[in-house]
């Protein structure tokens, strides 16, 4: 279904804490998880053709999606990848900080994927400081055209999205994520607001829960590392 629909393979990638936040209730963006976690998204990102986050992750400091140094650049030499992933943020309002970092670090193409409500003006703006800013539907992404886009424009297909919750959740509604990869931390933030793997509007009832299947994991020290690959709905 994936290959007849032409999209990128989609992996999530996310460290979670053992109550299942990705951060903090006043959503700090903070490394929380070991080393070993740190390496190993940098190992899955030297796997893919782009890497994907949502607008409140690509705005936020410290935040630049590159390919994570020399190492990782040879790695993907290597694989035939570019030395540099494309870098995508999804953003319906393209209200990004101008100085966030991932504007000012040296790495990939920047695609920014909008929508027909974000102003013209802030597109203009944002123009000078991505290689492309492109609108692919009306009040939101949608991310099916998006997919599409980006495999057939940019040859993209394998890509890692690393959140938040709010794209995790739409990209998983739509159907279009394969891998989950979750880094369980020893650690507990506690807090109905704080963020999850999977925000956004969630499904109303568990017959429309989306179906995964546990395909590898490993303990490392404190961390068990998961990978689920998507279920079929019976
Ligand atoms: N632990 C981890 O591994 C990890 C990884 C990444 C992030 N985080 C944490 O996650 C938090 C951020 O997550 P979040 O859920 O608040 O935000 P997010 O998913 O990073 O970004 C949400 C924004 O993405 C845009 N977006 C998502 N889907 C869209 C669609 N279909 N169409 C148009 N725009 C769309 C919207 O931007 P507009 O408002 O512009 O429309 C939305 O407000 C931070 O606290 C960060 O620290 C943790």
Redesign the pocket.
């Known amino acids: 279904m994936r290959r007849a629909s032409r999209r990128p393979y989609v992996l999530v990638?996310?460290?979670?804490t053992a109550d299942g936040?990705?951060?903090?209730v006043n959503?700090?963006?903070?490394?929380?998880?070991s080393k070993r976690d740190q390496t190993n998204?940098l190992r899955l990102r030297a796997t893919a053709d782009a890497v994907m986050?949502?607008?409140?992750?690509?705005s936020?400091l410290g935040?630049t999606l590159d390919s994570g140094g020399p190492q990782y650049r040879r790695m993907r030499l290597r694989r035939g990848l570019a030395e540099s992933p494309l870098r995508v943020?999804?953003?319906?309002?393209?209200?990004?900080r101008q100085d966030a970092d991932i504007f000012r670090s040296p790495g990939g193409p920047l695609l920014i994927?909008?929508?027909n409500?974000?102003p013209e003006r802030r597109m203009k703006a944002l123009k000078k400081l991505a290689t492309c800013v492109v609108r692919l539907?009306e009040?939101?992404?949608?991310?099916h055209a998006?997919m599409r886009w980006l495999h057939t424009q940019w040859n993209v297909r394998r890509m890692v999205c690393?959140?938040?919750?709010?794209?995790?959740?739409?990209?998983i509604r739509?159907g279009l994520v394969d891998e989950l990869h979750l880094?369980v931390c020893p650690v507990l933030f506690g807090g109905r607001d704080s963020?999850t793997?999977a925000?956004?509007c969630g499904v109303p009832a568990l017959s429309l829960a989306s179906p995964w299947q546990l395909h590898r994991w490993r303990r490392i020290g404190d961390e068990f590392f998961l990978v689920f690959r998507a279920g079929t709905r019976p």
């Open positions: 990638n996310m460290a979670m936040k990705i951060a903090t959503h700090a963006v903070e490394s929380f998880s998204l986050c949502g607008a409140a992750t690509g936020a935040v943020i999804v953003s319906g309002h393209l209200r990004l994927l909008t929508c409500r974000a539907g009040d939101r992404v949608d991310l998006a690393e959140g938040g919750g709010e794209l995790n959740d739409a990209m739509a880094t963020p793997i925000d956004g």
